[in-house]
């Protein structure tokens, strides 16, 4: 992504601060991410905070976010960003680890959805770059401690939703359950039609799910670069110009 402003339909982030940018894995997971029954949500992992942005548009007026982002830049610019947002909900910055959020007594038990974009790289070549390994490696939030960390944070019934890369989902399946999680959806996210699933996004409830969880595909491209399928156009129109 380009350097500068990132411009959605309804609001503006600022990303020169942030190590990453604006990028396809968040824009989907905000958009996909259910906000029922959500007013108090926390970003694990919050960048520059768009991604908890995208769903205070869709959220009530009386939602509050809190973005914990352990990288001092990008938590700096997440805040800035927050206080510029545009909706009636209610958002806050915090730098350091989803692990020492969940020890927060005011937050500990508190929350209704965990959203994690999180770093999900794992044993692959590293940047010189000591943030951008921040936002990419797991070396400082490891998939277990990103779950344990959730299910502290959680009320009971609340919801944890992520996006991995598909060559991990068989781990996270193992994972989430282990704390007390269960299933609702899985969606395995395709580039093109034609290839096999990069991402997948999963949603969980900490407890007992009403029902088994449901599996479903998104295609994001047809069979060439900008030739977006409809399903996917019909994911991102609430926020993305030119849709």
């Not at 009636?88 to 508190?110: P, T």
Request: net charge neutral.
């Amino acid at each position: 992504m380009a350097r500068g402003p990132f411009h959605f339909k309804e609001f503006s982030v600022e990303q020169d601060g942030a190590a990453m940018k604006v990028g396809t894995d968040g824009i989907v997971l905000g958009c996909w991410t259910p906000v029922r029954n959500a007013r108090r949500v926390l970003d694990a992992g919050s960048g520059n905070g768009y991604v908890g942005i995208m769903l205070l548009q869709r959220m009530a007026a009386d939602a509050r976010l809190l973005g914990i982002e352990i990288e001092p830049s990008a938590a700096e610019q997440s805040a800035e960003n927050y206080l510029h947002q545009p909706f009636a909900g209610k958002a806050r910055a915090w730098e350091g680890s989803v692990q020492d959020a969940a020890e927060q007594a005011g937050w500990s038990g508190h929350m209704d959805l965990v959203i994690s974009n999180p770093p999900f790289f794992r044993d692959k070549p590293k940047s010189p770059i000591r943030a951008r390994n921040l936002a990419r490696h797991d070396d400082t939030l490891p998939m277990g401690a990103l779950v344990k960390a959730s299910a502290g944070l959680l009320s009971p019934g609340g919801r944890l939703c992520t996006i991995w890369p598909a060559d991990r989902e068989e781990e996270w399946n193992g994972w989430a359950p282990g704390y007390g999680f269960s299933i609702l959806q899985t969606v395995r996210v395709r580039t093109m039609r034609h290839l096999s699933p990069k991402r997948i996004l999963s949603e969980w409830v900490l407890g007992e799910g009403s029902s088994p969880g449901v599996t479903a595909e998104l295609i994001l491209e047809g069979t060439a670069t900008l030739d977006y399928t409809e399903q996917y156009l019909e994911l991102v129109r609430p926020y993305l110009r030119g849709t």
